[in-house]
């Protein structure tokens, strides 16, 4: 029974949530003349996020049915709904309230749904944290901040829908409209889940801290993702534009990604030339544009070249680095984050410069099948030398 149930509860769980997203983003793509840009209706922002929240559904759907004991699996499906509804509600009462008024039934109660469920997917990311990549908290001295973010999403399951109902004639009413026992329980809240998610964030840093082997490389999956979102975020706060908010949305689509491959352990061991590669380009590229915007510079405003000419130098001049940069780059990089390859491509150099002075055919074939050894860490060397006609 209970195999039974692994297979369908994901399968219908991810099911509705899409369908809720689904139709959250129909009704607001009807209504994308009628509802401000203010009230979250069809923009950019709010049409990438809503596509993205897919992922989470989905990913929880493969995580749960493949791996039903780990609790990481439900911990998505459950926010996946949580998102799905929240998306629908709002939607909704944008189209019921405002859009078309009167043209639908309950869309006040969707509005109150609105203002509430929101909480649901964070009390899912807040417990992610707290048990990735196991399922588990780390060892018992972390039940307590399991038991403090229980209670913390506890209260604001009673506290939200009763700070939600006061806002019932008024569902869209912006946080700084907000006062008297409404505005209290809404910053108490946030507060205190604010706290939660420190919480959690912390208990995951000291599991990455103290891991080793193969939760390690777990971990840095998830590391290696956040990493990305985190830039991103910071890019949003300069450059507030449609493509930062798609890049945004597209780093949560990586995160859960990662997150998936780390459950499931799927190419575990190519997180280390992942993340080796993604800082040399990154590097890389941040280098180039740096100089081919100081060479235009200084071409167009001391040597008082035509742009184009500057334009078309420095474009030269940056392609003739890229490649030595990379190099230059790759290796510094592998020495720290790939130290398996670096090792590796050390080897290897060092047995052909020794094979320039070798002569002895014996002495040759140890060294090629001790060098493979060292390298790759095979199961079995063996070396064939075919014979002289």
């Known amino acids: 029974m209970r195999a039974r149930t692994a297979r369908w509860v994901p399968r219908y769980a991810a099911a509705g949530s899409v369908a809720l997203i689904g139709g959250g983003l129909a009704l607001d793509y009807m209504d994308r003349h009628l509802v401000p840009a203010s009230l979250t209706g069809w923009t950019v922002s709010n049409v990438s996020a809503q ?13 749960a049915s493949r791996r039903p004991q780990n609790r990481i699996g439900w911990l998505f499906l459950v ?22 008024h009167g043209s639908l039934p309950a869309g006040r109660a969707c509005g109150w749904l609105a203002n509430w469920t929101w909480v649901i997917p964070v009390a ?14 780390r060892s018992r001295r972390w039940r307590p901040a399991a038991w403090f973010a ?33 505005a209290v329980l809404y910053r108490t809240t946030g507060f205190l889940i604010t706290a939660a998610l420190l919480v959690s964030v912390t208990a995951l840093v000291v599991r990455f801290a103290k891991s080793s082997g193969e939760e390690r490389l777990q971990l840095k999956w998830c590391a290696a993702a ?17 493509a930062v908010n798609v890049l945004q949305s597209l780093a ?29 380009y990154s590097i890389v590229t941040g280098l180039l ?67 320039k002075d070798t002569v002895d055919l014996d002495s040759v074939r140890g060294d090629l099948a001790a060098v493979v050894d060292q390298a790759l860490e095979p199961a079995h060397v063996s070396v064939w030398i075919r014979p002289r006609a």
């Open 51 to 63: 596509v993205v929240n897919v992922a989470v559904p989905v990913t929880g759907y493969v995580l």
């Open 150 to 182: 229980g209670g913390v999403f506890a209260l604001a399951a009673v506290w939200l829908p009763i700070a939600a109902a006061s806002l019932w004639m008024h569902p869209f009413t912006p946080p700084s409209g907000l006062h008297g026992l409404t």
């Open 289 to 355: 544009v740096g100089v081919y915007a100081g060479l235009v510079l200084l071409a167009t405003q001391v040597f008082r070249f035509h742009a184009p000419v500057a334009v078309a130098t420095s474009t030269l001049a940056a392609a003739a680095l890229f490649n030595p940069l990379r190099r230059r780059v790759q290796l510094v990089l592998d020495r720290r984050f790939n130290r398996a390859r670096y090792n590796a491509d050390q080897t290897v150099a060092a047995f052909a410069a020794r094979l």
């Open 79 to 100: 926010a996946g709904l949580g998102l799905g509804l929240n998306g629908f509600a709002n939607a909704y009462a944008l189209h019921a309230l405002i859009a078309e």
């Open 124 to 137: 899912m990311l807040t417990f992610l944290l707290l048990l990735f990549p196991t399922g588990h908290v």
């Open 226 to 242: 956040a990493l990305v979102l985190v830039a991103v975020f910071v890019t949003a706060i300069w450059l507030n534009s449609a």
């Open 252 to 280: 949560f689509v990586f995160l859960w990604t990662a997150i998936a491959i780390a459950v499931l352990k799927y190419r575990l061991y190519a997180i280390d030339r992942i993340i080796s590669r993604t800082l040399a």
